[in-house]
């Protein structure tokens, strides 16, 4: 599937092939129009119509705050005192997971279970390097939290008190 509209002209209407084209996500299927400027109107009422559809909610972006850490979900973005935190896919997964809840202690089978989905086989252990690497990166940019091993248990997030 695709984030823009699919608009299918045909010289020829053809119903089977309309239902064959929208059942493989096509968003619309007309007969060609007359003008262009017909063809240009389609178009637009079509994306006007998807946009407004999948419009966020009054626009705001969804952003975690921390003390200092800002997280921006919707761009993937990590900001500890104000210095950009570059984290790949997995690794900004795992520390949004933890930071959205501090002192949550997740086991590492829940954190497998939520960010490696069906990644994962049992036999891999690529929780603890994705975390040493998030610690290194918070490290180096003196950030006041950290992620703790709850011993026996599982790991959490824990923002200092300073």
């Given at each position: 599937?695709t984030?823009?509209?699919?608009?299918?002209?045909?010289?020829?209407?053809?119903?089977?092939?309309k239902i064959?084209?929208?059942?493989?996500?096509?968003?619309?299927?007309?007969e060609?129009?007359?003008t262009?400027?017909?063809?240009i109107?389609s178009?637009?009422?079509l994306?006007?119509?998807?946009?407004?559809?999948?419009?966020?909610?009054?626009?705001?972006l969804?952003?975690?705050?921390?003390?200092?850490?800002?997280?921006?979900?919707?761009?993937?973005?990590?900001?500890v005192?104000?210095?950009?935190?570059?984290?790949?896919?997995?690794?900004?997964?795992?520390?949004?997971l933890?930071?959205?809840?501090?002192?949550?202690?997740?086991?590492?089978?829940?954190?497998?279970?939520q960010?490696?989905v069906y990644?994962?086989?049992?036999?891999?252990?690529?929780?603890?390097?994705?975390?040493r690497?998030?610690r290194?990166?918070?490290?180096?940019?003196?950030?006041?939290?950290?992620?703790?091993?709850?011993?026996?248990?599982g790991?959490?997030f824990?923002?200092?008190?300073?």
């Amino acid at each position: 599937m695709t984030k823009a509209p699919v608009l299918i002209l045909k010289h020829q209407y053809d119903g089977e092939e309309k239902i064959t084209a929208i059942e493989a996500g096509a968003d619309e299927y007309i007969e060609w129009p007359d003008t262009i400027q017909e063809s240009i109107a389609s178009a637009r009422a079509l994306i006007r119509h998807y946009t407004e559809l999948n419009r966020q909610d009054n626009g705001q972006l969804n952003i975690l705050t921390q003390g200092c850490i800002f997280i921006s979900v919707d761009f993937r973005k990590v900001f500890v005192n104000a210095q950009e935190v570059p984290l790949p896919r997995r690794e900004f997964d795992l520390f949004y997971l933890l930071a959205a809840t501090p002192g949550r202690v997740f086991t590492q089978e829940q954190l497998y279970q939520q960010i490696w989905v069906y990644d994962y086989s049992p036999t891999e252990n690529s929780l603890h390097p994705c975390l040493r690497r998030i610690r290194r990166k918070l490290e180096n940019v003196k950030a006041p939290c950290s992620i703790q091993n709850m011993r026996g248990v599982g790991y959490c997030f824990l923002q200092d008190d300073t």
